[in-house]
């Protein structure tokens, strides 16, 4: 019963490098979520997919993009990357749309250092 | 592993004894309320839930108390163990809305 799935878990970059973070979830949810996770703070919407097909800026879009490749994946990739992007990525996924009162359910993050 | 949070508050409570968490939720349009666990190095697990029609809801070991009068929200964890130790925070979603904000935490420390 693998729930979200997040790779890599690690991830060293230099500023500049682009990279794709990818999440797969294994439990027929609509919904799937971007977030990042900064000390002291919580955590921040980035992106989210409602349904396959459809994506729409959260909190803090600027410098990322995102894919919903079907139902099951939704990666988050970063162009360029700065320094300011080192933060801990989490993925969730919940099983209904807008208003249903679901909970969402969290992969176990890639941690990304950007140099 | 990383630090969730370098200065969070922290509750250290004895092992066996009742563990008290509060949040005070953000957002009068907010209708839903999650509290999560995430230990180190993990993601946040989803612990309890709680609609805005409900004052109380209990799971194992675990109470969710909500008083929208004052905006607060708590978690009691019955006979605290060892594997409780972790942090805990609260969602709220906005009614209508894919937004949830989500508290910073509070640690707990279960003390043998």
């Not at chain 1, 799935?5 to 690690?10: A, G, N």
């Not at chain 1, 320094?83 to 359910?105: D, E, K, M």
């Not at chain 2, 004895?14 to 180190?40: H, L, M, P, R, V």
Request: charged share 20%.
């Amino acid at each position: 019963n693998a729930g979200v799935t997040q790779t890599p878990k690690f991830q060293v970059l230099k500023t500049g490098q682009s990279m794709t973070l990818q999440c797969a979830q294994d439990m027929n949810h609509n919904s799937m979520y971007w977030y990042r996770q900064d000390p002291g703070m919580g955590l921040r919407l980035i992106y989210y997919s409602a349904s396959e097909g459809t994506t729409d800026k959260g909190e803090v879009p600027n410098g990322y993009n995102v894919s919903r490749l079907n139902k099951r994946e939704f990666s988050l990739r970063l162009e360029s990357a700065a320094p300011s992007q080192t933060s801990v990525y989490f993925c969730a996924s919940s099983a209904r749309a807008l208003g249903s009162n679901q909970p969402q359910h969290f992969g176990d993050g890639t941690r990304l250092s950007i140099l | 592993g990383e630090s969730v949070g370098l200065h969070l508050p922290t509750l250290s409570v004895q092992e066996g004894d009742n563990s008290i968490i509060n949040c005070a939720y953000s957002n009068s349009a907010s209708d839903y309320f999650i509290w999560y666990k995430q230990e180190s190095g993990k993601g946040p697990q989803f612990i309890i839930d709680i609609r805005s029609n409900m004052d109380k809801r209990q799971g194992q070991r675990v109470t969710v108390l909500l008083n929208k009068t004052v905006k607060h929200l708590s978690l009691q964890i019955a006979a605290t163990q060892p594997g409780d130790s972790a942090v805990y925070f609260c969602a709220e979603n906005i009614r209508g809305t894919y937004k949830y904000i989500f508290g910073t935490g509070t640690r707990l420390k279960v003390l043998a």
